[in-house]
């Protein structure tokens, strides 16, 4: 069992930065993969940017040189790193990881920007 925890959503101005934060628990010492996807109102879910099993990190075009991803192993969190936001990137954040085949979510953490 894997448990996520997302925290850092809020209200902020376009053009503004938030930082998520993403604190998991569990059976995480197998976990690699570790990313954020994000669902805004009326929308499928997408990816916004995950860490590979290989620690390699991949972020939607969107998002690209506006969002960072990073983790910190001591802590088991990964982190978002959000620039310039946009009123685009107003939706419900996530956090994933995978285990053994297993998908696991957090609650999400909504993030609202105001042009």
């Known amino acids: 069992q894997v448990q996520l925890v997302e925290s850092g959503g809020g209200l902020v101005q376009a053009g503004g930065s938030l930082r998520l934060s993403c604190a998991a628990s569990g059976s995480i010492f197998s976990i690699r993969a570790m990313g954020w996807y994000r669902q805004a109102p009326g929308k499928q879910r997408e990816l916004v940017a995950a860490?590979?099993?290989?620690?390699?990190?991949n972020y939607a075009d969107s998002v690209k040189g506006r969002f960072t991803i990073s983790r910190d192993n001591a802590k088991n969190t990964v982190y978002l790193q959000m620039n310039s936001l946009k009123p685009e990137d107003t939706a419900v954040y996530y956090c994933?990881?995978?285990?053994?085949?297993?998908?696991?979510w957090g609650k999400g953490t909504l993030v609202t920007v105001s042009s």
């Open positions: 994933h990881t995978a285990l053994y085949g297993i998908n696991y």
């Open positions: 860490f590979t099993s290989g620690g390699s990190a």
